[in-house]
Antibody, heavy 113, light 110 residues
């Protein structure tokens, strides 16, 4: 079964850091670009980052310089290192592959003092 | 990069057809045939319904169809059913090598 499972969410203070993980199974992970997408409560979807099969990375302006996406093909995993977190980063973070045809269940990040 | 513009809500009666628009710019929707549509039920992860403007993934009902004209893409749901009541989002690849989502549309089945 093709599956993505996120972990690492939690409560963090403003200015703090958090590292999210996404474990993939059921497909050839190294052959797919991977993305992180977030959704604040009651709000729309926001693309957060992407990493290509060659390790090339992409970010929107809202997180560039604060977030870092990486992958470890040997572990079928993609990560999102989030630094200098703000209240506005509070959201459910989803991991999704390639054409966004498979999504994880999401992990919740709350930035609050 | 601003979000693509979608109507906040669209409604229709069972059996009717509805269309959701997704308006971008010449740097995203208008430039690339990389527009996708997602369905999201409350508390659930999004589900891919259409990719590359008009292609349906395996398992998606043929009641869902996509198209594009200029800077505006559209999702049409024909034969509207109660289970189609959900939020719908479009997305597009952009000239900055990023992705952008639409503002989202709530579909209500009357």
């Amino acid at each position: 079964e093709v599956q993505l499972v996120e972990s690492g969410g939690g409560l963090v203070q403003p200015g703090g850091s958090l590292r999210l993980s996404c474990a993939a199974s059921g497909f050839t992970f190294s052959s797919y670009d991977m993305h992180w997408v977030r959704q604040a409560t009651g709000k729309g979807l926001e693309w957060v980052s992407a990493i290509g099969t060659a390790g090339d990375t992409y970010y929107p302006g809202s997180v560039k310089g604060r977030f870092t996406i990486s992958r470890e093909n040997a572990k079928n995993s993609v990560y999102l290192q989030m630094n200098s977190l703000r209240a506005g980063d509070t959201a459910v973070y989803y991991c999704t592959r390639g054409s966004m045809d498979v999504w994880g269940q999401g992990t919740t990040v709350t930035v609050s003092s | 990069q601003s979000a693509l513009t979608q109507p906040a809500s669209v409604s229709g009666s069972p059996g009717q057809s509805i269309t959701i628009s997704c308006t971008g710019t010449s740097s995203d929707v208008g430039r690339y045939n990389y527009v996708s549509w997602y369905q999201q039920h409350p508390g659930k992860a999004p589900k891919l319904m259409i990719h590359d403007v008009s292609n349906r993934p395996s398992g998606v009902s043929n009641r869902f169809s996509g198209s594009k004209s200029g800077n505006t893409a559209s999702l049409t749901i024909s034969g509207l059913q109660a289970e189609d009541e959900a939020d719908y989002y479009c997305s597009s690849y952009t000239s900055s090598s990023t992705k952008v989502f639409g503002t989202g549309t709530k579909v209500t089945v009357l």
